[in-house]
T-cell receptor, first 112, second 114 residues
C-alpha cells in the first residue's frame, strides 16, 4: 500500500479564496483524521471520521472549515474563505480499530 | 481527560551519547501510548507503541520506551544517538474510551551534534 496520500503537497492562495485539501486513506482503514500543525499550537485534531461518518468535529476552528468523506477512499477539508491565520501544515491520518494512526506527508498551506 | 506533557521542548546531545526524551501522561484508565517522529518537512512516522503488553517497548531505529504506571511516564530512550535521529518527537496518548482519538504532546526537538 502506498500509505496515506495527500494532495496538494503545497498550496499558496490569496486571502478570501476557497481551498480544498484532499486525502486518500490506507485501504481498509475505517478511521480518518484531519490534523493541523502550527508553530504556536502544535498538532491539533480538527475532525475525525469512522466509516465515512464524522464522529468528532469539535476541533474545527470555525464555520469556514468543513470536511467531507463521500466514500471510504477519499476525504476533503475545505476552507472558505481562507485567511492568513489558516496558514499551517494540514495532515491527514488513517487507522483501523485500536491501532496507531498512519500519517500522510501533509499539505503546507500558505494564505497571503 | 487525557493529556500528555513533554517536559523538554529541545534536547541536544552529541553523536554516540544516550538520548532521553521525557513524557508524562494523564489518564484515568490504562492508556495506549505512542511515540512518533517527524523529520523536517516530513509527515509523522510511528516509532513505537505501548498497548498494555510488555512495559518495555522496542521500536524502530534502536529506540525504546518504558511504560511506568506509578510514575505516569513513557520516556523515550536510545543508547547511542546518530546524526539521522535529529528530528521532532511527539508523545501521544489515546483516549481509553475512544481508542481512535489521539492526544499529542507539544513535541521535543532533538538536536544531534557531531
Amino acid at each position: 500500500d502506498a500509505g496515506v496520500i495527500q494532495s496538494p503537497r503545497h498550496e499558496v492562495t490569496e486571502m478570501g479564496q476557497e481551498v480544498t485539501l484532499r486525502c486518500k486513506p490506507i485501504s481498509g482503514h475505517d478511521y480518518l483524521f484531519w490534523y493541523r500543525q502550527t508553530m504556536m499550537r502544535g498538532l491539533e485534531l480538527l475532525i475525525y471520521f469512522n466509516n465515512n461518518v464524522p464522529i468528532d468535529d469539535s476541533g474545527m476552528p470555525e464555520d469556514r472549515f468543513s470536511a467531507k468523506m463521500p466514500n471510504a477512499s477519499f476525504s476533503t477539508l475545505k476552507i472558505q474563505p481562507s485567511e492568513p491565520r489558516d496558514s499551517a501544515v494540514y495532515f491527514c491520518a488513517s487507522s483501523t480499530g485500536e491501532k496507531e494512526a498512519f500519517f500522510g506527508q501533509g499539505t503546507r498551506l500558505t494564505v497571503v | 481527560a487525557q493529556s500528555v506533557t513533554q517536559l523538554d521542548s529541545h534536547v541536544s546531545v552529541s553523536e554516540g551519547t544516550p538520548v532521553l526524551l521525557r513524557c508524562n501522561y494523564s489518564s484515568s484508565y490504562s492508556p495506549s501510548l505512542f511515540w512518533y517522529v517527524q523529520h523536517p518537512n516530513k509527515g509523522l512516522q510511528l516509532l513505537l507503541k505501548y498497548t498494555s503488553a510488555a512495559t518495555l517497548v522496542k521500536g524502530i531505529n534502536g529506540f525504546e520506551a518504558e511504560f511506568k504506571k506509578s510514575e505516569t511516564s513513557f520516556h523515550l530512550t536510545k543508547p547511542s544517538a546518530h546524526m539521522s535521529d535529529a528530528a521532532e518527537y511527539f508523545c501521544v496518548v489515546s483516549d481509553p474510551g475512544n481508542f481512535n482519538k489521539f492526544y499529542f504532546g507539544s513535541g521535543t526537538k532533538l538536536n544531534v551534534k557531531p
